[in-house]
């Protein structure tokens, strides 16, 4: 598993990655002022309601947004494309001719973008952080940058259901049904919203569904609220986040052992 995990980071000696890494610096150094997500949006906008500054706790940044947008596209278009890839040109069976379960090569690869996304969303805060200083002669708060790293928690769904949707399609549909899928699942975060403005009971039994479908779909609003960094709401958001990711994998897992890899 390790092995896979090491094959699938090394793909950052690649060019296309050399650039991507480039990129993330320069969007860094771009939205390096400090602002928080909050400042930048309207008043009467329902997000400013949800993603608020609190003076209990540090704010995000919007350079820690930016940060996590360019890290979820990175795995979109690498992690989706990875296992397709690999089957289609026999390469995985090959792998498994060594001791190594399907379920253990799942697992690398899920490892392998889980730390892909962690290194682009490091260096882009990193970035930003370096370029701040430089500009403004001024570090940021050690607590306001440790709440910033605490948003690399949405990493761990969002990545096991990239990686579970690229065992169900080919390399280029997995990438667009991932994107269509984190589209519904940004639409999806507004759903208790809408659901809280229906007169009780108004739904019926539909709604205990709706909520189970809701759960599927991870909010990543969840993941940018603000609160302590120690505390019942960050345990109840990791626990969130381990859960779902277990339900993807073992969904992939399952998926993967089911699947004829010959191609006859």
Not at 22 to 51: H, K, M, P, R, W
Not at 196 to 218: M, S
Request: net charge negative.
């Amino acid at each position: 598993m390790l092995t896979i995990t090491e094959m699938t980071v090394k793909k950052l000696k690649e060019p296309a990655f050399l650039l991507m890494l480039c990129i993330s610096v320069l969007v860094g150094y771009f939205v390096s002022n400090g602002e928080t997500i909050a400042s930048q949006l309207t008043q009467d906008n329902i997000l400013n309601q949800i993603i608020r500054d609190q003076q209990a706790h540090p704010p995000l940044l919007a350079c820690t947004f930016y940060a996590f947008v360019i890290s979820i596209l990175l795995a979109c278009f690498s992690g989706a494309a990875e296992i397709p890839r690999e089957i289609s040109s026999g390469q995985i069976q090959l792998l498994l001719a060594k001791p190594l379960s399907r379920t253990g090569y799942l697992l690398g690869k899920y490892i392998g973008v889980l730390l892909i996304c962690m290194l682009f969303f490091t260096v882009t805060e990193s970035a930003a952080i370096i370029f701040h200083r430089l500009d403004k002669n001024v570090w940021f708060d050690g607590m306001l940058i440790f709440r910033q790293f605490q948003l690399c928690l949405a990493f761990i769904p969002l990545v096991a259901i990239i990686v579970a949707i690229s065992c169900f399609t080919g390399d280029i549909a997995a990438i667009i049904l991932t994107v269509i899928y984190l589209i519904f699942s940004t639409l999806f975060n507004f759903l208790p919203i809408l659901t809280a403005l229906l007169p009780p009971g108004f739904a019926g039994e539909l709604e205990y569904y709706l909520y189970l479908l809701y759960y599927l779909f991870p909010n990543c609003l969840f993941f940018f609220l603000d609160f302590r960094l120690f505390g019942l709401v960050s345990g109840t958001l990791l626990l969130y986040s381990l859960s779902i990711a277990a339900i993807f994998l073992m969904i992939a897992s399952f998926r993967l052992n089911h699947m004829d890899l010959t191609g006859d």
